[in-house]
């Protein structure tokens, strides 16, 4: 079984089995998931620190990749 390579390491299958949903649903939901918390963050981060477009641009890039967010975590809350 293949894992992922963030997150809890669990695979789309796990995930998709686990919801009783199958593997495209599972993945749909994962990348919708991944896109509302990086729009939620992105939103967030340009009202609180008063950024630009731009400017939170450039902060995305320097950080991008070394962040690591739990999908269990996230299920949790």
Do not use: C, N
Not at 13 to 35: C, F, K, M, N, S
Not at 68 to 75: E, F, H, M, R
Request: glycine share 10%; hydrophobic share 45%; net charge positive.
């Amino acid at each position: 079984m293949a894992r992922t390579p963030r997150g809890d390491g669990l695979s789309i299958d796990v995930l998709g089995a686990h919801y009783q949903v199958g593997r495209a649903t599972a993945a749909r939901w994962l990348a919708g998931a991944r896109e509302a918390l990086r729009e939620f963050t992105r939103a967030a981060l340009v009202a609180k620190l008063g950024l630009t477009e731009s400017q939170y641009a450039s902060l995305a890039r320097l950080i991008q990749g070394r962040l690591d967010v739990s999908v269990a975590s996230l299920l949790r809350e």
